[in-house]
């Protein structure tokens, strides 16, 4: 069964700081990655997708890595800013999503 | 435009009753899927589709029914077999792409259930 592992369950960090969220999984036969926002009682915004053959994947200030071997993946949010502060999950798709319990990211002005 | 709607936003449920929580779609997507969050767990899958008129269970079907008989609908029926339903349920539905979709999922705005 995969287990996915979100650590540091949260962070609280400076305006401008840079962030790095961290995933790993148990097993490494996954068709994809993805990570998630979640803001307080709303649902889940799709913010990268890491396809199993790729090794990172981008989107303006996100920059997501994907290590299948080790079974770790990587979110990096640089020059963060209040408007980052929320939940953030990583999913494992091996023919189903398995989530992460998530990290809560709290940005400081 | 095009998105998944969940309906109500909130619920309350009296010990012993059923309730059907609602998920509409209107992006095409074929799949389709429940999921349960509970504070500082991630995300359980209960029920999903593949097709219309098919569905399986996730890992925590128990207490829980779905049907499929329209490609934009999947509602979750709690029955009162689930002891402890108060949760925050997601749907979400993925673009058509094989049974092993390389696509990614997306998610509706939730439904928050209240147990009194």
């Known amino acids: 069964k995969q287990e996915v592992t979100q650590i540091p369950a949260a962070l609280s960090v400076p305006e401008g700081e840079n962030l790095v969220l961290n995933c790993s999984f148990t097993?490494?036969?996954?068709?994809?990655l993805q990570w998630f926002r979640q803001d307080p009682g709303k649902g889940l915004t799709s913010l990268l997708l890491?396809?199993?053959?790729?090794r990172e994947q981008t989107s303006g200030r996100l920059n997501a890595s994907l290590d299948k071997s080790s079974g770790r993946s990587t979110l990096y949010i640089a020059a963060s800013q209040p408007g980052d502060s929320a939940t953030y999950l990583c999913?494992?798709?091996?023919?189903?999503?398995?989530f992460g319990a998530g990290t809560t990211v709290t940005v400081r002005a | 435009d095009g998105g998944i709607t969940q309906s109500p936003k909130y619920l309350f449920r009296k010990e012993g009753q059923n309730v059907t929580l609602s998920c509409e779609q209107n992006?095409?997507?074929?799949?389709m899927y429940w999921y349960r969050q509970d504070p500082g767990q991630g995300l359980r899958l209960i029920y999903y589709?593949?097709?219309?008129?098919?569905?399986q269970k996730g890992d925590i079907a128990e207490g829980y029914s779905v049907s499929r008989e329209k490609k934009e609908s999947f509602p979750l029926t709690v029955t009162s077999a689930q002891k402890n339903p108060t949760a925050f349920y997601l749907c979400?539905?993925?673009?058509?792409?094989?049974?092993?979709?390389?696509?990614?999922?997306?998610f509706g705005p939730g439904t928050r259930l209240t147990v009194l």
């Open positions: 999913a494992v798709n091996d023919y189903k999503l398995s």
């Open positions: 890491i396809q199993s053959s790729q």
């Open positions: 589709s593949q097709i219309v008129n098919d569905f």
């Open positions: 992006l095409n997507h074929d799949a």
């Open positions: 979400a539905s993925r673009p058509p792409g094989g049974t092993y979709s390389y696509n990614e999922q997306f």
């Open positions: 097993d490494s036969a996954i068709y994809n």
